[in-house]
């Protein structure tokens, strides 16, 4: 039997009920429930059935003082049995008072809608951060071909010298290996199944070896995007310390 706390087991010949101490307390007051577990777990009982949930023997323990009704409980796991009618002595618990509903002016409302409807319209316009283009062309250009582009870049402090030191001899091996690609690639690439001939320098020269034009201008491209700016930000670093 399906209850708004949970599930209640009915027994179709004796019509008897079966729930988990926890539906208990959450359906019926401490007071008609806690009694009945103090006495199981003090042992104040005499054994009972078999529990059918788990198949150890339950005890036998009364429910309160007053009614006379006794109940069957696991004490392994947390569950009671209850004969036909003994469920009605238990009490209820109370249903929660509902909150007041506060009761805004049609003024107020018609204030918070048209908020409401303004951040929205904000949201789906975007920021300004966004919908702003790039401040030089060929920004618009990398951009629509889908390549990250630099907004509002902070002032380089100094000229990324090793940054162009690092593209130019990367260009340089590149181009050069280019004449005959297949041959670099087997003295320097890195091959993970030999990853440590020529004691382990392939993991270096490996970065300075590309398949193809298009493969060389996009790495220098995003090297040229991104190095100046760690170079910048180490070099800060560098100072401070």
Not at 171 to 188: R, T
Not at 229 to 235: G, Q, S, T, Y
Request: charged letters at 20%; hydrophobic letters at 45%.
């Amino acid at each position: 039997m399906r209850t708004g706390n949970g599930v209640i087991w009915r027994c179709e010949k004796c019509d008897g009920r079966a729930a988990g101490l926890q539906l208990l307390r959450r359906t019926f007051t401490p007071e008609s429930i806690n009694p009945l577990w103090l006495h199981a777990i003090h042992d104040e009982g005499r054994s009972a059935r078999p529990c059918p949930s788990c198949g150890n023997t339950m005890i036998e323990v009364a429910l309160d003082s007053s009614s006379g009704i006794k109940a069957e409980v696991c004490r392994i796991c947390e569950f009671v049995w209850f004969d036909a009618g003994e469920t009605q002595a238990l009490r209820p618990r109370p249903f929660p008072k509902p909150k007041p509903q506060v009761v805004l002016p049609q003024e107020a409302r018609e204030a918070i809608a048209l908020a409401k409807v303004q951040q929205l319209a904000e949201q789906a316009r975007g920021s300004e951060f966004d919908s702003a283009p790039p401040d030089e062309w060929w920004k618009s250009i990398a951009a629509f071909f889908g390549m990250p582009v630099e907004f509002d870049t902070p002032a380089q402090e100094r000229h990324p010298v090793v940054t162009w030191f690092l593209a130019a001899v990367i260009i340089s091996a590149s181009v050069h290996a280019f004449f005959d690609l297949q041959e670099a690639v087997q003295l320097f690439g890195l091959i993970p199944a030999h990853a440590l001939r020529l004691h382990g320098l392939t993991f270096v020269t490996s970065f300075f070896l590309h398949a193809g034009v298009i493969h060389l201008v996009g790495n220098m491209y995003f090297l040229l995007v991104f190095g100046d700016d760690v170079e910048n930000f180490w070099a800060r670093c560098t100072i401070s310390h």
